[in-house]
DNA sequence: ACCTGAACACCGTTCAAGT
DNA sequence: ACCTGAACACCGTTCAAGT
């Protein structure tokens, strides 16, 4: 006993766990069925195969992100707030970006932030396929800064990349060598972006 | 007989033929040492293990990318240019992408165009960490595109996205419907960040 | 220096059988 | 409707033994 019956969210819970703690590489449907107390092949039963199970996982921790509010004066700057907002959002669950793009499900991630983003746009005087555009410009712009970013933080020795070009620049050299300063590249990106993408001309 | 020896070289060739036409997850190593016609073990002899074999493949073709010329009259086209060209060269190895960001290596990726990219931002007139932050705005912006981009068309079914919302503007209602453009979505975003990184205000 | 087969410790999944 | 154990068809890797 001690397992009074076996529910899908209890496997969901449980895996989600287990991702949690030790990253979706490490969950296997085995571990997953000695973690629950019960036959491997039950879980079969409940959530399909190891790969929907990833799937729903996905599809809950982004459910969960929760209501985007802007903040700022002109719609640029809320656009920059909704970027940061989501870049945070997303961050908060080390895993689950990787497991999304794993699962060719790279484009959920960024749907909490759409209509957001679309009532910006709209405050700024765009419409139609145009304010479309710069909303996908920036949804790509910051789910793509997070795929990065999050790539090299999981990076091997991070090589100094024969560093052997000189550029005549020896502050630019400098800067390349120092670490990068993450929150600003990405605040600069999404500001200059957002600027051009703003403008009315 | 048939097999005079077996040379490194001769592993991550048959590993990259493997690679091309059945995707990174069809390269075990039991496959590859049917289709080199060696045993198993003898392959871990040559490059250590499947970890570090995929790394060298990724390596060889991040250094076989050839080498970037901008094209176009003034540096902000220049930029440009050689974004679309990265873009191009990178989806050219259509696992390439996934290979290298699943490994750390993505940084790896925009490493070659690097300094073409110092050069157009140094005719602009940045120097400094100014002109690195904007280098290395432009490079994530690329290869999160391209990430972002690759992983799209893997996608599953691609759902509607539950468009329940009306947004009070139709024309925009039918663009998010529509399939994205990329090439042109790739640009817009390219151009627009540039264009505000290049003033020198 | 290079190659081998056997063995280990894992996987995900299927399926017939149970209640 | 739900759970089970046994079995299948794979993996990557190690290691002692060969030449």
């Known amino acids: 006993m ?27 449907m085995r571990k997953l069925a000695a973690e629950l107390g019960t036959a ?52 908060a669950h080390p895993h689950l970006i990787a497991m999304a793009h794993e699962r060719g499900l790279t484009e959920r991630m960024f749907l909490p932030a759409r209509e ?11 419409r139609g396929a145009r304010a479309a555009e710069a909303v996908r ?7 793509g800064f997070v795929l990065v970013e999050r790539n090299r933080e999981r990076a091997p020795v991070q090589q100094p990349a024969q560093e052997t070009t000189a550029y005549d620049d020896p502050a630019l050299a400098r800067a390349f060598a120092r670490p990068v300063n993450e929150e600003r590249l990405f605040v600069t990106s999404v500001r200059a972006l957002t600027r051009s993408l703003l403008e009315n001309d």
């Open 137 to 143: 410009a920036v949804q790509f712009q910051v789910v």
């Open 40 to 91: 491997v092949t039950s879980i079969y039963w409940h959530v399909g195969n190891r790969e929907s199970l990833l799937d729903a996982l996905v599809q809950r921790t982004v459910a969960d992100l929760g209501e985007f509010r802007p903040v700022g004066r002109t719609p640029a700057e809320r656009v920059v707030s909704l970027a940061r907002i989501l870049r945070r959002r997303l961050r």
């Open 116 to 126: 957001a983003l679309v009532r910006e746009v709209h405050a700024a005087g765009l």
């Open 2 to 28: 001690a397992r009074p019956s076996l529910t899908r969210d209890e496997v969901l819970d449980t895996a989600a766990n287990l991702v949690r703690q030790h990253g979706p590489e490490a969950l296997t």
